[in-house]
């Protein structure tokens, strides 16, 4: 079982930069593939970026390509998602999520364990 406490979010200007972090208990950490979904007011959460179980694979949304970059630290049981060149567009609550699948998903449905969410607003 692991539990997962994302910390990092805040309010920004448009091109900004922002690293959010999500923390991990238990033993097991390095045994989850890992992601970040976020979710904008009135819409469906959607994927970001996921990373596999040792860091070697990373998969990004479109719309994120070459401004976010997602990594683990699995000796610190905590996986980070570095945000550059803010948009307002990224505004929405951030989560993170941890899965047993062999590789990286961007179907929310194959996450068992959620974080609470840390809200990130991008001004203009």
């Known amino acids: 079982q692991v539990q997962l406490v994302e910390s990092g979010g805040g309010l920004v200007q448009a091109g900004d930069s922002l690293r959010l972090a999500c923390a991990a208990s238990?033993?097991?950490?390095?045994?989850?593939?890992m992601g970040w979904f976020r979710q904008a007011p009135g819409k469906e959460r959607e994927f970001v970026a996921g990373i596999s179980r040792n860091g070697g694979g990373t998969y990004y949304t479109d719309s994120v390509k070459g401004r976010f970059t997602i990594s683990r630290d699995n000796a610190k049981n905590t996986v980070y998602l570095q945000m550059n060149s803010l948009k307002p567009e990224d505004t929405a609550v951030y989560y993170c999520a941890a899965s047993l699948l062999i590789s990286v998903s961007s179907d929310s449905s194959r996450y068992n364990k959620w974080g609470q969410g840390t809200q990130v607003t991008v001004s203009t």
């Open positions: 238990g033993r097991t950490f390095s045994g989850y593939v």
